[in-house]
Protein backbone atom coordinates (compact mmCIF):
# COMPACT_ATOMS: atom_id res chain seq x y z
CA UNK A 1 0.00 0.00 0.00
CA UNK A 2 1.16 3.37 -0.96
CA UNK A 3 0.69 6.65 1.31
CA UNK A 4 0.03 9.69 0.19
CA UNK A 5 -0.22 13.61 2.02
CA UNK A 6 -2.50 16.37 -0.33
CA UNK A 7 -1.85 19.63 -0.50
CA UNK A 8 -4.06 22.23 0.69
CA UNK A 9 -6.32 24.69 -1.02
CA UNK A 10 -3.49 27.29 -1.23
CA UNK A 11 -0.41 24.97 -2.23
CA UNK A 12 -1.93 23.52 -5.44
CA UNK A 13 -2.32 26.65 -6.78
CA UNK A 14 1.58 26.89 -6.68
CA UNK A 15 1.75 23.60 -8.49
CA UNK A 16 2.28 22.58 -12.02
CA UNK A 17 1.06 19.84 -14.52
CA UNK A 18 3.38 17.28 -13.33
CA UNK A 19 2.54 18.29 -9.39
CA UNK A 20 -0.92 18.45 -10.06
CA UNK A 21 -1.17 15.01 -11.31
CA UNK A 22 1.52 13.40 -8.52
CA UNK A 23 -0.55 14.64 -6.17
CA UNK A 24 -4.09 14.04 -6.91
CA UNK A 25 -4.60 11.20 -9.59
CA UNK A 26 -4.58 7.78 -8.93
CA UNK A 27 -3.46 5.66 -11.97
CA UNK A 28 -1.94 2.32 -12.58
CA UNK A 29 -4.83 1.04 -10.92
CA UNK A 30 -6.58 -2.40 -12.63
CA UNK A 31 -3.25 -4.27 -13.42
CA UNK A 32 -4.45 -8.39 -13.57
CA UNK A 33 -3.10 -9.92 -10.99
CA UNK A 34 -2.80 -7.58 -8.63
CA UNK A 35 -4.28 -5.53 -6.06
CA UNK A 36 -3.43 -2.09 -5.71
CA UNK A 37 -4.13 0.22 -2.28
CA UNK A 38 -3.26 3.63 -1.84
CA UNK A 39 -4.10 5.51 1.72
CA UNK A 40 -4.67 9.02 1.28
CA UNK A 41 -4.68 11.03 4.31
CA UNK A 42 -7.38 13.44 3.43
CA UNK A 43 -10.57 11.43 5.89
CA UNK A 44 -8.15 8.59 6.29
CA UNK A 45 -9.30 7.17 2.30
CA UNK A 46 -8.51 4.43 1.10
CA UNK A 47 -8.80 3.80 -2.61
CA UNK A 48 -7.39 0.99 -5.08
CA UNK A 49 -8.49 -1.77 -7.45
CA UNK A 50 -8.20 -5.95 -7.07
CA UNK A 51 -7.81 -8.01 -10.39
CA UNK A 52 -7.64 -11.48 -9.56
CA UNK A 53 -6.50 -14.38 -12.44
CA UNK A 54 -5.87 -18.11 -11.43
CA UNK A 55 -5.65 -17.49 -7.51
CA UNK A 56 -7.99 -15.35 -5.16
CA UNK A 57 -6.22 -11.83 -3.70
CA UNK A 58 -6.36 -11.56 -0.30
CA UNK A 59 -7.17 -7.98 1.34
CA UNK A 60 -5.20 -8.26 3.94
CA UNK A 61 -4.18 -5.12 6.84
CA UNK A 62 -0.79 -2.81 7.16
CA UNK A 63 1.20 -2.38 10.28
CA UNK A 64 2.40 0.83 8.99
CA UNK A 65 -0.55 2.37 8.11
CA UNK A 66 -3.85 1.05 9.42
CA UNK A 67 -1.46 -1.22 13.08
CA UNK A 68 -3.57 -4.04 11.83
CA UNK A 69 -3.25 -6.92 10.35
CA UNK A 70 -7.10 -7.49 9.80
CA UNK A 71 -8.05 -4.78 6.98
CA UNK A 72 -11.89 -4.35 7.82
CA UNK A 73 -10.99 -4.18 11.86
CA UNK A 74 -11.38 -0.32 12.25
CA UNK A 75 -12.93 0.05 8.79
CA UNK A 76 -15.95 -0.52 6.29
CA UNK A 77 -15.23 -1.23 2.29
CA UNK A 78 -17.10 -0.63 -0.36
CA UNK A 79 -16.59 -2.21 -3.71
CA UNK A 80 -18.10 -2.16 -7.21
CA UNK A 81 -17.42 -4.49 -9.90
CA UNK A 82 -16.34 -3.03 -13.43
CA UNK A 83 -15.72 -6.52 -14.82
CA UNK A 84 -16.93 -9.73 -15.47
CA UNK A 85 -18.35 -11.91 -12.76
CA UNK A 86 -16.53 -12.64 -9.43
CA UNK A 87 -17.04 -13.61 -5.98
CA UNK A 88 -15.83 -11.74 -2.96
CA UNK A 89 -15.64 -14.35 0.26
CA UNK A 90 -16.12 -12.57 3.27
CA UNK A 91 -15.40 -14.18 6.28
CA UNK A 92 -17.98 -17.87 6.11
CA UNK A 93 -20.01 -15.70 3.45
CA UNK A 94 -19.43 -15.74 -0.50
CA UNK A 95 -21.12 -13.45 -2.57
CA UNK A 96 -21.35 -13.33 -6.31
CA UNK A 97 -20.83 -10.05 -8.03
CA UNK A 98 -21.47 -9.66 -11.69
CA UNK A 99 -20.73 -6.39 -13.69
CA UNK A 100 -22.28 -3.59 -11.50
CA UNK A 101 -23.20 -5.21 -8.95
CA UNK A 102 -21.89 -3.55 -5.56
CA UNK A 103 -20.48 -5.00 -2.30
CA UNK A 104 -20.65 -3.61 1.47
CA UNK A 105 -18.27 -5.18 3.48
CA UNK A 106 -18.85 -4.26 7.28
CA UNK A 107 -16.43 -3.53 10.23
CA UNK A 108 -14.62 -6.33 11.81
CA UNK A 109 -14.74 -9.04 8.83
CA UNK A 110 -11.70 -10.63 8.87
CA UNK A 111 -11.18 -12.75 5.16
CA UNK A 112 -11.89 -10.12 2.77
CA UNK A 113 -10.88 -12.36 -0.52
CA UNK A 114 -11.47 -11.17 -4.81
CA UNK A 115 -12.00 -13.97 -7.20
CA UNK A 116 -12.89 -13.98 -10.72
CA UNK A 117 -14.75 -16.64 -12.58
CA UNK A 118 -12.91 -17.21 -15.71
CA UNK A 119 -9.02 -15.94 -15.35
CA UNK A 120 -9.39 -14.90 -19.35
CA UNK A 121 -12.50 -12.34 -18.62
CA UNK A 122 -11.68 -11.45 -15.19
CA UNK A 123 -13.28 -9.61 -12.46
CA UNK A 124 -12.75 -5.66 -11.83
CA UNK A 125 -13.27 -4.86 -8.72
CA UNK A 126 -12.78 -0.85 -7.38
CA UNK A 127 -12.70 -0.46 -3.56
CA UNK A 128 -13.24 2.39 -0.85
CA UNK A 129 -12.83 2.21 2.32
CA UNK A 130 -12.80 4.51 5.41
CA UNK A 131 -12.76 4.29 8.88
CA UNK A 132 -15.74 2.70 11.03
CA UNK A 133 -17.21 3.56 13.97
CA UNK A 134 -19.99 1.16 14.53
CA UNK A 135 -20.53 -2.46 13.14
CA UNK A 136 -23.23 -2.79 10.08
CA UNK A 137 -23.89 -6.22 8.05
CA UNK A 138 -22.17 -7.01 4.85
CA UNK A 139 -24.57 -6.38 2.82
CA UNK A 140 -24.59 -7.43 -1.70
CA UNK A 141 -26.33 -4.58 -3.56
CA UNK A 142 -27.19 -5.56 -7.39
CA UNK A 143 -26.73 -3.48 -10.23
CA UNK A 144 -30.39 -4.02 -11.08
CA UNK A 145 -31.53 -2.80 -7.25
CA UNK A 146 -29.80 0.42 -7.30
CA UNK A 147 -31.62 3.79 -6.76
CA UNK A 148 -31.63 5.88 -10.65
CA UNK A 149 -31.89 9.45 -11.29
CA UNK A 150 -31.57 10.90 -14.48
CA UNK A 151 -30.57 14.14 -14.36
CA UNK A 152 -29.35 16.85 -17.16
CA UNK A 153 -30.58 17.87 -20.88
CA UNK A 154 -29.49 17.04 -23.88
CA UNK A 155 -29.26 20.63 -25.29
CA UNK A 156 -26.63 20.88 -22.47
CA UNK A 157 -24.75 17.89 -23.18
CA UNK A 158 -24.94 16.55 -19.70
CA UNK A 159 -27.72 14.29 -19.52
CA UNK A 160 -26.73 11.62 -17.26
CA UNK A 161 -28.12 8.62 -15.44
CA UNK A 162 -27.30 8.13 -11.55
CA UNK A 163 -27.22 4.54 -9.95
CA UNK A 164 -26.89 4.80 -5.65
CA UNK A 165 -25.70 1.81 -4.79
CA UNK A 166 -23.77 1.55 -1.41
CA UNK A 167 -26.30 4.48 0.12
CA UNK A 168 -28.62 5.44 3.02
CA UNK A 169 -31.61 4.32 1.00
CA UNK A 170 -30.35 0.65 0.67
CA UNK A 171 -28.25 0.25 4.08
CA UNK A 172 -26.97 1.05 6.90
CA UNK A 173 -22.69 2.34 6.91
CA UNK A 174 -21.17 4.34 9.01
CA UNK A 175 -19.88 7.43 6.35
CA UNK A 176 -19.15 5.60 2.81
CA UNK A 177 -21.33 6.33 0.24
CA UNK A 178 -20.63 4.95 -3.70
CA UNK A 179 -23.06 4.65 -7.17
CA UNK A 180 -21.89 5.12 -10.62
CA UNK A 181 -23.10 8.14 -12.96
CA UNK A 182 -23.32 6.87 -16.70
CA UNK A 183 -23.13 9.87 -19.50
CA UNK A 184 -25.18 8.64 -22.92
CA UNK A 185 -23.90 9.12 -26.16
CA UNK A 186 -23.15 12.90 -27.06
CA UNK A 187 -23.11 13.90 -23.48
CA UNK A 188 -20.17 14.90 -22.30
CA UNK A 189 -20.71 17.14 -19.09
CA UNK A 190 -20.94 15.90 -16.02
CA UNK A 191 -22.08 18.64 -13.17
CA UNK A 192 -21.79 21.69 -14.37
CA UNK A 193 -22.00 24.14 -12.88
CA UNK A 194 -19.84 22.73 -10.49
CA UNK A 195 -20.09 21.72 -7.00
CA UNK A 196 -18.77 22.17 -3.53
CA UNK A 197 -18.65 18.84 -0.68
CA UNK A 198 -17.23 21.22 2.23
CA UNK A 199 -18.14 18.45 4.50
CA UNK A 200 -17.15 15.48 2.77
CA UNK A 201 -14.15 14.20 -0.19
CA UNK A 202 -14.81 12.66 -3.08
CA UNK A 203 -12.82 10.46 -4.94
CA UNK A 204 -14.23 9.65 -9.29
CA UNK A 205 -13.07 6.89 -11.10
CA UNK A 206 -13.21 7.00 -14.57
CA UNK A 207 -14.06 4.49 -17.27
CA UNK A 208 -15.83 2.89 -20.35
CA UNK A 209 -13.25 5.40 -22.34
CA UNK A 210 -11.71 4.02 -25.40
CA UNK A 211 -8.28 4.30 -25.53
CA UNK A 212 -7.53 7.68 -27.56
CA UNK A 213 -10.53 9.64 -25.86
CA UNK A 214 -9.59 11.26 -22.08
CA UNK A 215 -12.17 13.08 -19.56
CA UNK A 216 -11.00 16.94 -18.38
CA UNK A 217 -11.59 16.98 -14.84
CA UNK A 218 -12.36 20.57 -13.47
CA UNK A 219 -10.99 21.25 -9.51
CA UNK A 220 -9.62 23.32 -7.27
CA UNK A 221 -10.91 26.64 -5.58
CA UNK A 222 -14.17 28.21 -8.43
CA UNK A 223 -11.64 31.54 -8.71
CA UNK A 224 -8.65 29.23 -9.38
CA UNK A 225 -9.96 26.10 -11.66
CA UNK A 226 -7.15 23.72 -12.55
CA UNK A 227 -7.34 20.58 -15.25
CA UNK A 228 -6.76 17.36 -14.89
CA UNK A 229 -6.75 15.13 -18.00
CA UNK A 230 -7.87 11.74 -17.64
CA UNK A 231 -7.59 8.60 -19.23
CA UNK A 232 -9.47 5.15 -18.54
CA UNK A 233 -9.46 3.68 -15.20
CA UNK A 234 -7.85 6.60 -13.30
CA UNK A 235 -9.32 7.92 -10.46
CA UNK A 236 -8.90 11.38 -8.45
CA UNK A 237 -8.85 12.29 -5.29
CA UNK A 238 -11.08 15.19 -4.02
CA UNK A 239 -10.60 17.12 -0.99
CA UNK A 240 -13.43 19.19 0.87
CA UNK A 241 -11.93 21.88 -0.63
CA UNK A 242 -11.83 21.28 -4.21
CA UNK A 243 -15.00 21.50 -6.45
CA UNK A 244 -15.10 19.17 -9.48
CA UNK A 245 -16.73 18.87 -12.41
CA UNK A 246 -15.70 17.24 -15.63
CA UNK A 247 -15.99 17.13 -19.40
CA UNK A 248 -15.14 14.29 -22.23
CA UNK A 249 -14.07 13.93 -25.73
CA UNK A 250 -16.64 11.48 -25.39
CA UNK A 251 -19.49 10.37 -23.34
CA UNK A 252 -17.90 8.33 -20.18
CA UNK A 253 -18.38 6.54 -16.79
CA UNK A 254 -17.62 6.72 -13.46
CA UNK A 255 -17.93 5.52 -10.11
CA UNK A 256 -17.80 8.33 -7.15
CA UNK A 257 -17.57 7.56 -3.25
CA UNK A 258 -17.61 9.54 -0.69
CA UNK A 259 -17.19 10.10 2.99
CA UNK A 260 -17.52 12.59 5.79
CA UNK A 261 -19.57 14.54 8.24
CA UNK A 262 -23.24 13.24 6.44
CA UNK A 263 -24.43 10.87 4.14
CA UNK A 264 -26.95 12.78 1.94
CA UNK A 265 -26.90 12.57 -1.79
CA UNK A 266 -28.30 16.04 -1.98
CA UNK A 267 -25.76 17.55 0.21
CA UNK A 268 -23.77 20.07 -2.26
CA UNK A 269 -23.19 23.73 -2.36
CA UNK A 270 -23.25 24.55 -6.00
CA UNK A 271 -21.29 27.44 -7.75
CA UNK A 272 -22.64 30.43 -9.23
CA UNK A 273 -20.74 30.66 -12.76
CA UNK A 274 -19.33 34.29 -12.35
CA UNK A 275 -17.26 32.92 -10.13
CA UNK A 276 -15.20 30.52 -12.11
CA UNK A 277 -11.75 31.33 -13.16
Not at 57 to 66: N, Y
Not at 91 to 107: T, V
Request: charged share 20%; aromatic share 8%; hydrophobic share 40%.
Amino acid sequence: MKTRYLPNNQAYQRMNTAEMRENFLVNNLFVPGELKLLYADVDRAIVGSAVPLNKPLILKGSIQEMATEVFAERREVGVINIGNAGTIQVDDQSFALDHGDALYIGKGSEKIEFSSDHAATPAEYYLMSFPAHAVYPTKLIKNSEGEVEELGLAESANMRRITKLIHPGALDTCQIVMGITSLGSGQVWNTMPPHLHPRRMEIYMYYALESDQRVFHLMGKPDEIRILTMKNKEAVISPSWSMHSAAGTSNYTFIWGMGGENQAFTDMDFIDMETLR
